[in-house]
């Protein structure tokens, strides 16, 4: 299969949730859903086989967007997909995926540590990567974090 | 003797001083006599908050810091920033460079491979391979050296290209070298598939399945061994490997044995790829000007570590520095196989399962936190008293 191919097959499989899709390179497909419909698309995705999980992006829009964008790369051959998705800094909260990536689980916990995004139904909510004595209620890639003590 | 309630299982933590690597991570075994029944994981040892800085420096600085995350393949490291920082400039590197990129590459990768060859021995208990495979890594490790000035952190990228050529002298003594290797692989490809001692730690040990494979998301090597191909240099070719294929190398058991086979004949592939760069290289400038900010946009970079697919999200303001740097290594892709595998092993086999996908917690881990001694307070420092600190001990050595 081309990798256009995939990229044609992904988009299809993904048309019920879509709200915006973008080619920003030939070989990558950004699709924009709404955090409700994350887990049926991963579902739709994993059904048709295609590709795995590279990587879980936590971006910080900044204190003008007041959001954050959740990024889940997927990767088949060479062909990229990135589903993102968009919440309000006041209600950052995204569904897990760990229901069907169970390997999600590592990048999830990352995400909720170092955002302060909540993952809803992600078993593990211990700390990946920061220390024990880490002050609670400080997420070091936020924006606004302060860092010195 | 106390009667009460007998505890159904032990759980045996491992680390953070780990008995099995020179690196920091702890684990959680529970067991059932000598049988595991559970694994869990708690990295960041070695978090040093480097997406982070990488917001504060640069994006000439953050070529130095990012290719510091790892110690082993702090070149793929560099590759991959250049390569998606370039993207995002509409810059492309001459081809000297992205061949002279990949030379650098293969030959990391085989410094790595032998590496994990002596440490993984060690591991089973066979010293003298571990000696050996150290003594000859020595040889690619000179070779590196006489290129780059380093034995480490070779610092051969810049943005835009590379910071040195390859000389005739370089090309005799990487062939020297090269050819040293071959015989030398030959023979512990044959030492590793026939000893029956060591063969006794590896084979059906720690399998993981085609279907695991794939559900699990496994990368690079582990994956390759297990019938699985996902290697960036042949799925989506970047750099010189564009117009030098790279024959992937399978296999199908799985297990313990075959990761070492497929790193060993690797091996022979990466030879193989270097005297073809040494014999093709293109003419040419080393590198082309890169502007001081490149424009506002996103760039998605993948190369293949000796670990596995390295993947790199770069976002651009453009101002002087990124706005956000986002760096997954191989190492956390493959750890949750390890977790996996690790169930209805024996306790002993776990040191070499878990060094079977040659895990790298620097790579892993990415704040600062310092307790100094005889102090029970820890504080977190920030990058310039960490700079200050660093500074003053230096001075005081002096």
Request: charged residues 25%; proline residues 5%; contains cysteine.
């Amino acid at each position: 299969m081309t990798t256009e191919d995939r990229l044609r097959q992904a988009q299809e499989a993904l048309s019920p949730w879509a709200q915006e899709a973008d080619a920003p390179e030939p070989v990558r497909l950004d699709i924009v859903l709404d955090r409700s419909h994350l887990p049926s698309a991963v579902a739709a995705l994993m059904n048709i086989r295609w590709g795995y999980l590279v990587a879980i992006t936590g971006l910080d829009l900044g204190a003008e967007a007041k959001q954050y964008e959740v990024l889940y790369h997927f990767g088949s051959g060479a062909a990229l997909l990135t589903l993102r998705v968009r919440i309000a800094h006041a209600d950052s909260v995204v569904p897990s995926i760990t229901g069907i990536i169970p390997a999600a689980s590592v990048a999830e916990r990352e995400l909720s540590e170092m955002f302060g995004i909540r993952v809803i139904g992600l078993l593990d909510q211990s700390r990946l990567f920061l220390p024990d004595d880490w002050p609670d209620g400080v997420y070091p890639l936020r924006k606004d974090a302060v860092l010195e003590k | 003797m106390t009667t009460g309630s007998v505890p159904k299982r032990f759980s045996i933590p491992i680390g953070p001083q780990h008995p099995a690597l020179k690196e920091p991570g702890h684990f959680d075994f529970s067991v059932d006599g000598e049988v595991v029944t559970g694994a869990t994981v708690r990295l960041g040892y070695a978090h040093r908050g480097i997406e982070k800085a990488a917001e504060n420096q640069n994006w000439v600085q953050n070529l130095y810091l990012l290719e510091r995350i790892c110690g082993i393949c702090s070149h793929i490291h560099a590759t991959a920033y250049c390569l998606g920082v370039e993207k995002l400039a509409d810059v492309e590197a001459p081809p000297r460079a992205q061949a002279i990129r990949v030379l650098i590459a293969e030959l990391e990768r085989v410094h790595s491979h032998l590496l994990w060859l002596g440490v993984t021995a060690h591991e089973a208990g066979f010293d003298t391979l571990f000696m050996y495979s150290w003594r000859d890594r020595e040889t690619v490790m000179d070779i590196l050296e006489s290129l780059t000035g380093n034995r480490v952190n070779y610092s051969a990228n810049m943005l835009g290209g590379v910071k040195f050529d390859v000389t005739d002298d370089n090309r005799k003594a990487i062939e020297r070298g090269v050819n040293f290797l071959e015989t030398r692989t030959r023979h512990y490809l044959n030492v590793v598939t026939t000893d029956q001692v060591f063969v006794q730690r590896t084979r059906g040990v720690g399998v993981i399945t085609r279907e695991q494979a794939e559900q699990l998301g496994v990368i690079g090597p582990t994956a390759r061994a297990s019938g699985v191909l996902r290697d960036v240099r042949v799925e989506a070719p970047y750099a010189a490997y564009r117009d030098i294929p790279v024959q992937p190398v399978i296999e199908t058991a799985g297990d313990l044995e075959a990761r070492f086979v497929v790193r060993l004949k690797e091996l022979f592939e990466s030879y193989r790829l270097i005297r073809v760069i040494l014999e093709q290289m293109p003419p040419g400038d080393l590198n082309v000007r890169m502007p001081r900010r490149p424009k506002a946009g996103e760039a998605i970079s993948r190369v293949e570590a000796p670990r596995g697919e390295l993947f790199y999200f770069i976002k651009s303001n453009g101002a002087d520095n990124p706005e956000r740097v986002k760096v997954r290594t191989p190492t956390l892709c493959n750890m949750a196989s390890v977790l996996v595998t690790a169930v209805g092993q024996q306790l002993a086999d776990v040191p070499m399962i878990l060094a079977g996908i040659d895990p790298c917690f620097s790579c892993n881990d990415r704040a600062v936190t310092i307790s100094k001694a005889g102090d029970a307070t820890s504080a977190v420092w920030s990058w310039q008293q960490l700079r200050q600190y660093s500074q003053a001990y230096y001075r005081r050595r002096l």
